[in-house]
């Protein structure tokens, strides 16, 4: 089976652009969780969707969005970049979101300008 | 604040010299501690759940422990595939945490032939 599928796999982009990130879990499951990951740190937090709908917000700001499909898929939106953007994005999926298991995908290495 | 915290930072072993890694952590109302592997530059690979005090789980030479305030993860006669990032992470209580994973710095394991 296939396990959780990041796109693209690295990016570079310069100050005060905006970028997309992708995810798609691994088949069943129905909760997505984005976390950031900078380096020499553990994972922090972003966000966690179940069955489309936001189901907790970790300390980022609002240039930070994101959303989930109806194939439980979903995006990571970053606008107005900042140097600090610069991390490992992480996608993890988990079956209902709650206090499952959660499985990471390999990332999405941003790199800003 | 919910805290969690990994110690070392970093481990030398020779192969075949077992160590523990350790992981402290201040949550309100634990609902489970997880353990991952992190190779440089990839997502983290699960490896354990653990929900109370007194539970232990073992797969192949790595063994994780936890009590009420820390997790030790065990590793016996380690060799150099071992060498990776350990990556230590709590979920607590419920409402707008739900789900979400407190993560530690990690310990860098390096273990040499």
């Known amino acids: 089976d296939a396990g959780v599928t990041q796109s693209p796999t690295h990016l570079i982009k310069t100050r005060g652009q905006h970028v997309t990130l992708r995810c798609s879990p691994i088949s069943g499951h129905k909760s997505v969780s984005w976390y950031q990951q900078v380096l020499g740190q553990g994972p922090q937090f972003i966000f966690q969707?179940?069955?489309?709908?936001?189901?907790g917000r970790g300390n980022f700001p609002d240039r930070f969005s994101a959303r989930q499909f109806p194939n439980y898929s979903s995006e990571l939106n970053v606008n107005a970049l900042l140097l600090g953007d610069s991390a490992l994005y992480l996608c993890?999926?988990?079956?209902?979101?709650?206090?499952?298991?959660?499985?990471f995908g390999p990332g999405t290495r941003l790199t800003v300008l | 604040e919910d805290q969690v915290t990994q110690s070392p930072e970093a481990l030398r072993l020779q192969e075949g010299e077992s160590s523990s890694l350790n992981c402290s952590y201040t949550v309100s109302g634990l609902r489970g501690l997880f353990w991952y592997r992190q190779d440089p530059g990839k997502g983290p690979e699960f490896l354990f759940t653990?929900?109370?005090a007194g539970e232990e789980k073992e797969k192949e030479r790595l063994k994780a422990t936890l009590t009420k305030k820390e997790s030790f993860l065990h590793i016996t006669a380690p060799k150099p595939e071992d060498s990776a990032t350990y990556l230590c992470a709590v979920q607590a209580g419920g409402g707008s945490t739900l789900g979400r994973l407190y993560f530690g710095r990690g310990t860098q394991l390096t273990v040499w032939p």
């Open positions: 969707y179940y069955e489309k709908e936001e189901r």
């Open positions: 993890a999926s988990s079956l209902a979101g709650g206090f499952d298991t959660q499985y």
């Open positions: 653990l929900y109370s």
